[in-house]
């Protein structure tokens, strides 16, 4: 089975990924975290991609590409998160998973207002040890975990990146919603009710 959670940054895809790739067995690729540990690696992506990551903008779509092919898994069920980002990104994959036999089988649609993705990733803090997210308010850190911002949790970045998905991102609601594929989701529940309703759609199909 492949699934693509497609919303705004801050959304909440990340959250929800990560439980159903430990419960679910689902192997989660996070085009964002891929780019943060090649930024941190210093490897030749990290290097292309750190000054587009850090002003809020989109990679090059023909580098994204390359590393879908590069770390997409031979078998098992995958869930893509925050990829894909352009319509030329989807049509990339649609024909990677149709040389492969496969196709995309539910993209679930992670819908906030602004508001609440501002909400969100200012409160984002993250366990740079265990890579694990969480939130001052909604998920705080046990006590004794230090924790970190993004740089791209940023005020000014925030603004930035919300404007590059309306206007780069947004599009692929429609390209799904024409496939008859998406399914939305009330993103501002919290996040054991969302994550029961993925399970359900995944389970019953609604
Ligand atoms: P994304 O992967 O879409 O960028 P994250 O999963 O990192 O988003 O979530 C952004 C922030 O919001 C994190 O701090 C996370 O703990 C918090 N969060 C995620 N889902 C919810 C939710 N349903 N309700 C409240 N806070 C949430
Ligand atoms: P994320 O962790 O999903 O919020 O992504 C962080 C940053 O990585 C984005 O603001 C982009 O600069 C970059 N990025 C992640 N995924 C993609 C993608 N599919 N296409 C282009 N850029 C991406």
């Known amino acids: 089975m492949i699934l693509v959670f497609l919303g705004p940054p801050g959304a909440g895809k990340g959250t929800q990924a990560k439980r159903l790739a430990e419960e679910k067995g689902f192997v989660h690729i996070s085009t964002g975290d891929i780019l943060r540990d090649a930024v941190q690696r210093e490897t030749d992506l990290g290097k292309k991609a750190k000054e587009y990551m850090d002003r809020g903008e989109l990679v090059p779509d023909e580098l994204i590409i390359a590393l879908i092919e590069e770390v997409f898994p031979k ?33 679930f649609l992670f819908d906030v207002s602004d508001n609440v993705v501002i909400e969100r990733l ?62 939305k989701l009330d993103a501002v529940k919290p996040i054991e009710e969302l994550y029961k309703e993925v399970l359900g759609v995944l389970e019953n199909g609604n």
């Open 75 to 107: 078998h098992g069920k995958v869930i893509f998160d925050g990829f894909p980002r352009t319509v030329a990104q989807a049509e990339a994959l649609d024909k990677m998973l149709e040389n492969k036999g496969l196709k995309v089988d539910y993209v």
């Open 122 to 183: 200012s409160g984002r803090r993250i366990d740079p040890k265990t890579g694990t997210v969480y939130h001052v308010k909604y998920n705080p850190p046990p006590p004794g975990v230090k924790v970190i911002q993004r740089e791209d949790d940023k005020p000014e970045v925030i603004k930035k990146r919300l404007e590059v998905y309306r206007k780069q991102t947004a599009p692929l609601i429609e390209y799904y919603e024409k496939k008859g594929i998406l399914k």
